[in-house]
């Protein structure tokens, strides 16, 4: 049997031999130690999972089509009339025949990649973005041109402007068009047929993926950019994990009809195809009426913590921090001065104050984002929350009173 | 709202420009005509699918541990450990920390390719191979170099060693070591070790697809290449799709710990993780003992289809006819006189005696297999697979006796 030390006698291709952890999931024994009060990981509520009502409906699908649920087949056409349904909530109004269902939403990237990008191919991406983006665009070997995002107005679509006239044959623009991560910002409303108006002028297909849309607190729904599109270009990217649950491995894409039989190929070669089981019993969960129920449910408790967490940073926070101010979604980006380095100050927080979050370098596209940090208001209950916020107040107090020379720099890095 | 002509005014990536159905895909809708016999699936038997024995694993899951289950999570230990196990059968002693687990054995293909497989990267395959090793060939850009398997004992290794001494930098040798899709055959007893001696002199990685070896219905194990595995050059993939069930898409990945962090990457990019929900319900589906118990069921059903099907081709095939007797698997290689194109036979097979089966051509690396078709037998009740072969047998016999000419080949084809 093998030996299986670390000094393998053959060779990994290329693409192994670069491929690198996101510094989010280095930092995941770290950030998820027992005993901690994480805002590190992007995880939905478990407490408000819908265990029973899920239970119900494979119980369902398993006694009367459980021999179906259990083989192979092909997209389960209910499935896509559900997501539709889901769909109109957003305001677009999709095909069930657009619809294509894969393994959650970083397959959904995965397969949309390959669809549309080859090595070296330009690609407009947010400066500050989803570790999964990153690691999408690395693994395609694509280049990206980063764009900036203002925590008010979101994408900066007058740079993305820019770079379409600069560059020919830009392959893809990517954006979350609401409460993104980690920045939890929002793109204008105004700015959105504006940028599918570029997309459409400038041959550019947008990725536009939307875990989080549905999780508005405040305000009325805005349409994303799909609900722009004119001519097929944008082609969307919806997620369960944030809106039922992550363990189901559920997402789907909404494309032109001309890209779903390449995806459908592309996913054949990558897994064949995606759970019939879990498929059938999220169609049943849509169709009782439960993912409605459940939507209202998180809005209600995920509402409380934003505003716990909001108020907690506005009284134990240092002045000189700002924060986005999010309408929805699960996660704040806090900015601290530039000479503070949040990539240090997370063994400390942990440490002494047992309090985990993400350093904002995880997020950086090209390695911006070192004096900020991203934290996740759904996983906690609002009273950690509020314990959570003022212990890792006074690391951010001590951090912005004490600036690190360069002496004790490299002390804190031992 | 996208307009969805096919006609998209957008660019494809070359990969998607270059991606292609497998023939086998394209012939679905033709062998899934409801009223068919269908020997063309790999489809398990759906009436022995443990419905109920799943369902109870499922509740108890969601009970007992139902938030973890439907959270985000890494591999679940318990999983690796009942792999170990599982391994254990096949006379593997695996580690359950060199077990990887992927979302059915086709992203085991895929996740082990990146791994290994540059553009161009030459690979050592047979010159008739499963579809989905074909595709995973084509996604990576590798060169396929195609051996010849024997129908008595299996993949020609004289021939391996030769393509091994004759090119440098054979990158990976991929292999069905039992019950080979679409052959039936297995690998000589006795050349196992002697590919794995290859491999490691060459220091060029096996890639050890086993998804039917456990499916066994005559004479005792053979232990697959692994067992022979010296210094972790062969990476082991298996799957429960043909043992417990499609559905689930569950697979896993035996590799030595210098591949795993690049496996978890690679996977990283792809889908993120696999479900915790389905790892959960079958790591309890084990430990309760019910793979052990479910595979004998299968073993004695699917042995009475296996030999149901082997006697009625004796009775009903011409005697130009030859096929394999698989001692296990799912299915069986028919090769016909060369004049014989299997693909032409098809829609005759299906229109006028309703019965399905995969044409050989389907199943060659690089076109071979035009003469041979392959059938499936776990998937039709003996009583159908009597009837089945009595009406193909019509179709094969007309097919010998009347050669088609130039004139009636173009008028079958149209």
Redesign the interface.
């Known amino acids: 049997?093998?030996?299986?030390?670390?000094?393998?006698?053959?060779?990994?291709?290329?693409?192994?031999t670069t491929?690198?952890?996101?510094l989010m999931?280095e930092l995941m024994p770290l950030t998820t130690r027992p005993g901690l009060i994480s805002f590190a990981?992007g995880?939905?509520a478990?407490?408000l999972?819908p265990?029973e009502d899920?239970?119900i409906c494979?119980?369902h699908v398993?006694?009367t089509e459980?021999?179906?649920?259990?083989?192979?087949?092909p997209i389960y056409p209910p499935l896509k009339e559900a997501l539709a349904h889901v769909m109109q909530w957003r305001g677009?109004?999709?095909?069930p025949d657009?619809i294509f269902i894969?393994?959650?939403a970083?397959?959904g990237l995965?397969v949309v990649g390959?669809?549309?990008?080859?090595p070296n191919?330009p690609v407009i991406v947010e400066q500050i973005a989803f570790t999964?983006i990153g690691?999408?665009i690395?693994?395609?070997g694509a280049m990206p041109l980063t764009v900036a995002t203002d925590l008010e107005s979101g994408l900066d679509v007058d740079h993305v402007e820019y770079l379409l006239k600069l560059i020919d044959?830009v392959?893809a623009i990517i954006e979350v068009p609401d409460f993104h991560n980690p920045l939890g910002v929002s793109i204008a409303a105004e700015s959105r047929p504006r940028l599918a108006e570029l997309s459409q002028r400038f041959?550019?297909?947008i990725i536009e993926d939307d875990p989080y849309g549905l999780l508005r607190y405040e305000g009325a729904n805005i349409p994303p950019l799909?609900?722009h599109?004119?001519?097929?270009?944008?082609i969307y990217l919806g997620s369960f994990?944030k809106i039922l649950?992550?363990?189901?491995?559920l997402g789907w894409v909404?494309a032109?009809?001309?890209?779903l039989?390449?995806l459908?190929?592309?996913k054949?070669?990558?897994?064949?195809?995606?759970?019939?089981?879990?498929q059938r019993a999220v169609a049943e969960f849509i169709q009782r009426g439960l993912l409605d129920t459940h939507l209202e449910k998180l809005k209600v408790a995920y509402a409380v913590r934003r505003k716990t967490m909001l108020d907690a940073l506005a009284r134990e926070f240092p002045r000189e921090a700002e924060w986005s101010k999010p309408k929805g979604g699960i996660f704040i980006w806090v900015t601290l001065p530039d000479h503070v380095n949040t990539l240090d100050l997370l063994p400390r927080a942990v440490e002494q104050e047992k309090i985990a979050f993400v350093p904002g370098f995880a997020f950086g596209i090209q390695g911006q984002g070192q004096s900020s940090l991203r934290l996740n208001f759904s996983n906690a209950t609002p009273e950690l929350i509020e314990e959570g916020i003022k212990r890792l107040g006074k690391i951010m107090q001590e951090a912005v009173s004490r600036p690190l020379t360069a002496d004790t720099h490299t002390k804190e890095r031992k």
């Open positions: 049997m093998s030996t299986s030390t670390s000094a393998w006698p053959y060779r990994f291709s290329r693409r192994a491929a690198r952890r996101s999931r990981g995880l939905p478990p407490d999972f265990v899920y239970q494979l119980d398993l006694a459980g021999r179906r649920a259990l083989q192979y087949g677009v109004d999709a095909n657009d894969t393994n959650g970083q397959q995965s390959q669809l549309l990008l080859n191919s999964g690691q999408m690395a693994e395609r044959q392959r041959r550019t297909p799909k609900a599109d004119a001519d097929g270009g944008i994990s649950a992550p363990g189901l491995r909404v032109p009809k001309a890209a039989g390449k459908t190929v592309i054949e070669s990558q897994d064949l195809e995606t759970s019939q089981l879990a």
